[in-house]
Nanobody, 115 residues
């Protein structure tokens, strides 16, 4: 199995920045797409950004221009700038090997943005 450990969350004011880290290892982690997801209270989990093994990226419209995803062999990062209160959520990472299939979710890391 793939163990994924999220870190880097915290409490920040609107306009501030945070850098999240997703620590993983092994061939599965290195050779597949890794995504950052978030879930706000009372809301479903949503995809925030992805990065492929070759470095290609996607991001949802609400974070484009503010969030940047990157990776090395053992980590996937999410640099979050110009944070807004609506970014408040628990952030998770995962490796989607199949359509609507994910490894077990970790604990995530809490991001709270105050106005």
């Amino acid at each position: 199995q793939v163990q994924l450990v999220e870190s880097g969350g915290g409490f920040v004011q609107a306009g501030g920045s945070l850098r999240l880290s997703c620590a993983g290892s092994g061939i599965i982690f290195r050779t597949n797409v890794v995504g950052w997801y978030r879930q706000a209270p009372g809301k479903g989990r949503e995809l925030v950004a992805t990065i492929s093994s070759g470095g290609g990226t996607t991001a949802t419209d609400s974070v484009k221009g503010r969030f940047t995803i990157s990776r090395d062999n053992n980590n996937v990062f999410l640099q979050m700038n110009s944070l807004k209160p609506e970014d408040t959520a628990v952030y998770y990472c995962n490796v989607p090997l199949g359509r609507n299939w994910y490894f077990p979710w970790g604990q995530g890391t809490q991001v709270t943005v105050s106005s």
